[in-house]
């Protein structure tokens, strides 16, 4: 099934009444040291600090709509979309259990709990993903994964859909990649209400599975857990949904964690919010893109969360850039 705009809009009908319709922020200052017009839709302040409740939501109330009701939900996941589907767990009143690997944020995993779900904690993400698909078999268990599933990426696609329904002209949309659901959801979006837009995927150079995976025209899983900061995009492979949608992008992008950390200060500071070094990450593609264009541009960056724990944000500020102004 070849997903098109009508199903992001009834995702967006679906998850309207449990999720928050986020802010577009932009920086003045930021938009004269480039020279161009950059707006941020903000989805560190969606339900659970991240867009991953979009896709959790509409994956949950389809399955109601088509009659498919579980008795139980699981997942698996190293932050968000744990939450996510413990959320979504929560509005539905259906028992949830969620597989995490044990260095998943300590933030994330409380948070997690805190919305009723059942957590089960392994050394690492193989481990995870090898038990979830186990639970998953068990009679009246439904496995909601955190990309790979239609639902999920129209779900994250609405995020997308709200921002390009209220801004014109958009040249380029930017999101981060980690298994593909996101930037998935917003190629669909963005192609059906912005067509000449451009769309473009970021992700760590250190985790660099989906650079690799296009390069090679076939889906590269990471040999062991990546070393970098954007925890959300520690992914150790794309999907196989997602990494159809992958190949159609205009551009993507792997970026160095210097840059990472580089802009995580920049937008925290610019933007007075907290961010998650992933989703701060597109911003070093957005500027690398922006380098070589004569006129000026309009670009949407999707913010993807902002959950962020004590050990991580120490990392962040070990070093200060903000006396390195962002230019071009």
Known sequence: ???????????????????????ILT??????????????????????????????????SWLLET????KKLVANSSGNHAQAMAFAGKQFNIPTTIFMPEYSSQVK????????????????????????????????????????????????GTSAFEALSELDAIDAVF???????????????????????????????NANDAAESLRKGSIQKLSAIPDTLAAGAMTMAVGEITFEYLKQLDGFYEIEEEYIVYWTQWLTHLLKCRLEPTCAMPMEAVRRWLKGKKSKQRVLMIVS????????????????YLSNIPSL
């Open 1 to 23: 099934m070849t997903l098109v705009l009508k199903d992001i809009g009834r995702a967006k009908e679906r998850i309207a009444p449990y999720i928050t319709n986020t802010p």
């Open 27 to 60: 920086s003045s200052l930021l938009n004269d040291w480039l020279g161009h017009e950059i707006f941020f839709k903000c989805e560190n302040f969606q339900k659970i600090g991240a867009f991953k409740a979009r896709g959790g939501v509409n994956a949950v």
């Open 67 to 70: 009659g498919q009701k579980p």
């Open 109 to 156: 995993i409380q948070a997690t709990r805190s919305y009723g779900a059942g957590v089960v904690l392994s050394k690492d993400r193989n481990i995870t993903d090898k038990l979830v698909r186990e639970a998953a078999k068990e009679d009246g268990a439904y496995w909601i994964p955190p990309f790979n599933h239609e639902q999920v990426i129209c779900g994250q």
């Open 175 to 205: 999101a981060p990649c980690g298994g593909g659901g996101l930037v998935s959801g917003t190629y669909i979006a963005t192609k059906g209400l912005a067509p000449m837009a451009e769309v473009i995927g970021v992700e760590p150079l």
């Open 305 to 320: 969360g902002g959950n962020v724990d004590q050990p991580t944000t120490q990392k962040i500020w070990q070093k200060d």
